[in-house]
């Protein structure tokens, strides 16, 4: 039997997080106050109340075979990033024992070492062998560096003179090179923007059987599901789940909070909000054709605001709808004023709905911005009311969306009493 | 649906580097890593170290080029700085403050103590300032973290070898040449690169979480010069009780025996015996507490 590519087992690591002000760096003065303190502190019992220990991974244990792509998923401060520091060396577990068979290669370190004062023969050299590459390695491989990264005629420029394009270039033929046999990606991390990482990532996978075994960190579900066929659910600094992808995803989203299941509200009344208008957002909903399914590519979506409309509340409203990628890239703008003017809601509580009758957006995460306001200026506006999953269906192929496809500008609008359930008014 | 119509140059590079580094069948198998909390005893990690080797070179490389860029002058400086030092010393402590250089010539007397001094306090200097400076390695790679402080001496050393030719010149000019007792000298020497080491790793270490020592640092080396008399006077037979005092600091006997073994002169035996003795505890001691540290050094810095 092969040996595990990585092998991780009891790993925890912890760290100690002072409730200072001060932050993490401390003077020498500070420190020394700090110790002279710290005896009248235990006498009066308040030791302790200055530093909290974190466990940032607690018990974590799975085993990768050489040649599989897994994904890492969880949500922001689960420890993945711990996870990934500890697989790559940079910090040490405070528990456990990682074993690592192959050498270890990451694209979150693309260019680490660079030097701007340095030449760009200078820097492969350099960053070569801060990757972990022999010297002759480099001589044998300077060649292909140099013609990959296509700035054979600046080699003896300082890398500070490159142009951003050829020094990212530069940087990556190098870490090409390395040829490592475990691959650690952070998406979050990673150059690039999400279509090439995406492109990238389904490159990586058409050579599945290269033997390179992957580390994929993402939030992005789609990705995960496209590319690995393993997943580990990170919560907590647990393990929560680790088998097949599809099962751990499902898992994922079903599990409470995460993503909003197609047709369930979210609840605004406690959003980050902006506008002090009579008028405000209470919840909000997203799904697909039809309120039991999720939004897909190419197809249609339903957004339902709920609205609370009070006293003095303009008669000429106005409401806008807003999708926008995890880059903040706006890909999605509606607005009432354009199909429906001018627009009066009654006092109280009102649905309004958005139908978009072809949408044509990429799988991945979007955040949902909402606004009401008149000709005066806004009521209310939360720029990230909700986030809402586009899953790539199975008949997809996932190569075929670039990052940001057109978007049919074609929508409708509605409004309707809370009490009407399924009848829905259209103008 | 409409295709990504062209790809900026530099994302179809990644592709092909993910693509390039997916195709690769595993080179070798014998790269095997465990990582696990590991036990305090062991002060230095030589096999990791040789391991390494290659970029402690490059590292040095990068260090001893960076140095003069974008210099009208260059390596230069190497050779200028203690060649100002020695004609300020000799104006000021010789011909102004009437301090005695025995029989020797005292601009050959100031320079022999000062390049020593120069390769001590330099390498101290930059060794502790040297962690701190590769932050973004130090957060974002693995690699031996002694590495960094040792690189930085390394490239000092190259400076200090540059300056000699000061030394050289100033030997050849007044007519000294090198004694039988050379070895001495050398071994000197390496005595002070120990006590370099020692105090530039130690201090790198301590500056990773206390930045304090980055004023700490410069001011104390200017002390450390006046309290090494040697380097610009000749040490008096008869001395009081703080004199005596200033001679416990091991750079005295030590850069006094560099300078005597050379030009060919009394050398303090004992001296250099305990300067070679505290050196040793002094690097493992050194050694010991950057082992002890450098794995906080992600968390912290």
């Given at each position: 039997m092969r040996r595990p590519a990585i092998r991780v087992d009891g790993l925890g690591k912890k760290y100690k997080i002072t409730h200072e002000a001060r932050g993490r760096y401390k003077t020498l003065r500070e420190?020394?106050?700090?110790?002279?303190?710290?005896?009248?502190?235990?006498?009066?019992?308040?030791?302790?109340?200055?530093?909290?220990?974190f466990w940032a991974l607690k018990d974590v244990a799975f085993e990768v075979q050489p040649g599989e792509v897994v994904g890492i998923i969880g949500r922001?401060?689960?420890?993945?990033?711990?996870?990934?520091?500890?697989?790559?060396?940079?910090?040490?577990?405070?528990?456990?024992?990682?074993?690592?068979?192959?050498?270890?290669?990451?694209?979150?370190?693309?260019?680490?070492?660079?030097?701007?004062?340095?030449?760009?023969?200078?820097?492969?050299?350099?960053?070569?062998?801060i990757l972990g590459m022999t010297r002759r390695e480099i001589d044998r491989k300077f060649d292909e560096i140099v013609a990959f990264a296509e700035v054979e005629k600046f080699l003896d420029t300082p890398v500070k003179r490159y142009s951003s394009g050829m020094y990212v270039r530069l940087a990556f033929a190098v870490a090409a090179h390395l040829e490592p046999e475990i691959l650690i990606i952070d998406e979050v991390l990673a150059v690039g923007d999400a279509s090439f990482?995406?492109?990238?990532?389904?490159?990586?996978?058409?050579?599945?059987?290269?033997?390179?075994?992957?580390?994929?960190?993402?939030?992005?579900?789609?990705?995960?599901?496209?590319?690995?066929?393993?997943?580990?659910?990170?919560?907590?600094?647990?393990?929560?789940?680790?088998a097949s992808t599809a099962m751990v995803i499902d898992e994922y989203t079903a599990d409470s909070g995460v993503r909003n299941a197609p047709g369930e509200w979210s609840d605004l009344r406690h959003a980050l909000r902006t506008g002090t208008g009579p008028v405000r957002f209470r919840a909000v909903s997203c799904y697909g054709a039809t309120p039991s399914d999720p939004p897909v590519p190419d197809g249609s979506m339903n957004i339902i605001a709920r609205l609370d409309s009070g006293v003095g509340a303009s008669r000429d409203l106005r409401i806008e709808v807003r999708l926008a990628d995890?880059?903040?890239?706006?890909?999605?703008?509606?607005?009432?004023?354009?199909?429906?003017?001018?627009?009066?809601?009654?006092?109280?509580?009102?649905?309004?709905?958005?139908?978009?009758?072809?949408?044509?957006?990429?799988?991945?995460?979007?955040?949902?911005?909402?606004?009401?306001?008149?000709?005066?200026?806004?009521h209310d506006v939360i720029s990230d009311a909700l986030r809402i999953e586009v899953l790539p269906t199975r008949e997809s192929e996932p190569q075929r969306w670039s990052e940001l496809s057109l978007v049919t500008r074609s929508f409708d609008f509605a409004v309707r009493p809370v009490e009407v359930g399924s009848a829905s008014i259209i103008q | 649906m409409v295709e990504a119509v062209a790809e900026p140059p530099v994302e179809r590079k990644l592709v092909e580097v993910v693509e390039r580094i997916a195709r690769t069948a595993p080179a070798s198998a014998e790269h095997r890593v465990v990582i696990e909390p590991e036990s305090p005893w062991k002060i230095v990690d030589f096999g990791d170290l040789w391991r390494y080797r290659e970029l402690l070179f490059f590292l040095a490389l990068r260090d001893v080029k960076v140095r003069y860029k974008q210099t009208a002058l260059g390596a230069a400086?190497?050779?200028?700085?203690?060649?100002?030092?020695?004609?300020?010393?000799?104006?000021?402590?010789?011909?102004?403050?009437?301090?005695?250089?025995?029989?020797?010539?005292?601009?050959?007397?100031?320079?022999?103590?000062?390049?020593?001094?120069?390769?001590?306090?330099?390498?101290?200097?930059?060794?502790?300032?040297?962690?701190?400076?590769?932050?973004?390695?130090?957060?974002?790679?693995?690699?031996?973290?002694?590495l960094v402080p040792l690189a930085s001496i390394g490239a000092v050393i190259v400076d200090f070898i540059v300056g000699c030719s000061l030394l050289v010149f100033m030997m050849i000019w007044k007519g000294y040449p090198p004694s039988a007792q050379f070895p001495v000298a050398l071994v000197a020497l390496a005595a002070l690169l120990m006590h370099a080491t020692a105090a530039g790793t130690l201090l790198?270490?301590?500056?990773?979480?206390?930045?304090?020592?980055?004023?700490?640092?410069?001011?104390?080396?200017?002390?450390?010069?006046?309290?090494?008399?040697t380097i610009y006077m000749e040490l008096p037979a008869e001395h009081g009780k703080f004199f005596t005092l200033l001679l416990l600091n091991p750079l005295t006997p030590l850069i006094d025996a560099f300078r005597a073994g050379l030009l060919g002169d009394d050398i303090p035996w004992v001296g250099l015996c305990m300067g070679l003795a505290s050196g040793v505890v002094a690097l493992v001691a050194a050694f010991a507490v950057f082992r002890k540290v450098e794995d906080t050094f992600a968390d912290v810095i």
């Open positions: 420190s020394v106050m700090d110790l002279a303190a710290a005896p009248f502190r235990r006498l009066k019992g308040e030791s302790g109340t200055t530093q909290e220990e922001n401060g689960a420890g993945k990033s711990t996870l990934l520091k500890v697989l790559s060396r940079i910090t040490k577990p405070t528990t456990g024992r990682v074993e690592l068979n192959g050498r270890v290669g990451s694209l979150l370190e693309v260019g680490t070492g660079f030097h701007p004062e340095l030449t760009g023969r200078e820097n492969v050299y350099l960053n070569g062998s990482q995406k492109k990238c990532l389904g490159k990586m996978r058409e050579s599945a059987d290269s033997g390179c075994t992957v580390l994929l960190v993402s939030h992005q579900m789609a990705n995960v599901r496209d590319l690995c066929g393993k997943a580990v659910w990170l919560s907590e600094g647990r393990v929560r789940a680790n995890q880059f903040h890239t706006r890909v999605f703008q509606a607005n009432s004023f354009e199909v429906w003017r001018p627009l009066e809601l009654p006092q109280g509580e009102t649905l309004v709905q958005f139908s978009i009758d072809q949408l044509h957006l990429a799988p991945g995460t979007y955040g949902v911005y909402l606004s009401v306001g008149d000709a005066e200026g806004y | 400086w190497a050779i200028l700085q203690p060649a100002m030092l020695m004609v300020i010393f000799t104006y000021f402590f010789h011909r102004m403050g009437k301090l005695g250089s025995g029989d020797m010539p005292y601009s050959l007397f100031a320079c022999a103590g000062l390049l020593p001094w120069l390769l001590y306090s330099q390498a101290v200097t930059q060794a502790s300032n040297s962690v701190v400076g590769s932050e973004r390695l130090v957060s974002k790679i693995y690699f031996p973290r002694l790198a270490a301590l500056n990773v979480r206390y930045r304090d020592f980055r004023y700490v640092v410069p001011f104390g080396i200017q002390l450390l010069m006046f309290a090494t008399p």
